[in-house]
């Protein structure tokens, strides 16, 4: 069984492209290492960041193991309130990437469903969906995301804020980038309505949800992979830059955005790590996930090999 496994994982020819690009594969170990370091977060990080009875503020802005000064306890130093520095970007990863995965999740699920029946019924609700996307273009990706976070927060109750951001924050994001599955979904449904094996479908009397589901879905998922892929860059990146301004996750739980604005009102005090460890992370989990996109998009574009 091992062996048939190993047989068509080399016959598969996304599996053969990874293999003949170096390229990928050290993005993916990247990505995989830092994706991994956050989910274990809890196991591997030497304290807990949100565990305030752990944290001493006389252990504050302590630099690196390798500066004078330093503590053996915290390797990459101290932020300005005593926690180790490393712990708190594990777990701002964690953080970070939590709200990724649930924002890229909503948005494709929203998208995808728009789309499959946009490019399926076409007509007015084609129309409709297509004008608001066209709409939603227009305006940056943040733009979108303040607006919704804006009008959530004057909606919820003050004493609700921290508990439901990620909530918020989730929504806003997802709202913001579905636009891209739903155009590329409607695109793909458009070329695959008319072939024969969907024809032969209606014919024989089925429930359009399932054509749509069991039929048409299946053959246009490499787009959606890519967009998955290439978006929750952005997704990750968006809530950094929310959490950067203030506005995003709750200054007790700080993300990778909380702590970078953290650091830089201490850069030019002489506290350079508490801006460079964090930005460092993010700059190199963005890159990673959007080189393997950029992978994904080139092995599933017939006209590039």
Do not use: C
Request: proline share 5%.
């Amino acid at each position: 069984m091992f062996e048939s496994l190993r047989r068509s994982a080399l016959e598969n020819e996304l599996f053969y492209l990874f293999l003949n690009s170096r390229v990928a594969q050290v993005a993916a170990l990247v990505a995989l290492l830092t994706i991994g370091g956050a989910a274990l977060a809890p196991l591997i990080a030497p304290t807990d960041p949100y565990d305030i009875a752990s944290i001493d503020i006389m252990d504050s802005l302590i630099p690196p193991v390798w500066s004078e000064d330093s503590d053996a306890r915290f390797l990459i130093g101290t932020d300005d309130q005593g926690r180790d520095l490393l712990s708190a970007i594990l777990y701002g990863t964690r953080l970070s990437l939590m709200v990724g995965l649930l924002s890229i999740g909503f948005a494709s699920v929203l998208g995808v469903s728009v789309g499959l029946m946009a490019g399926y019924f076409g007509g007015r609700f084609d129309a409709i969906v297509m004008r608001i996307a066209d709409v939603q273009l227009s305006l940056p990706a943040i733009l979108t995301a303040l607006l919704i976070d804006g009008i959530a927060r004057g909606i919820l109750p003050r004493d609700k804020h921290d508990g439901l951001m990620i909530v918020v924050l989730t929504i806003a994001i997802g709202l913001s980038l579905w636009v891209n599955f739903a155009r590329t979904v409607r695109a793909s449904t458009f070329v695959e309505r008319n072939k024969e094996y969907v024809q032969a479908s209606e014919i024989m009397g089925m429930h359009p949800l399932r054509i749509m589901l069991v039929h048409i879905l299946p053959n246009i998922m490499g787009p959606i992979l890519v967009i998955l892929t290439v978006d929750l860059a952005v997704a990750v990146l968006l809530e950094a830059t929310l959490s950067f301004l203030g506005i995003g996750v709750p200054a007790n739980q700080p993300s990778l955005g909380t702590l970078i604005r953290i650091g830089t009102e201490y850069m030019f005090s002489g506290e350079w790590w508490i801006v460079i460890f964090p930005s460092g992370m993010l700059i190199t989990m963005i890159i990673s996930i959007n080189v393997l996109g950029d992978f994904l998009r080139d092995a599933f574009n017939p006209r590039l090999r």
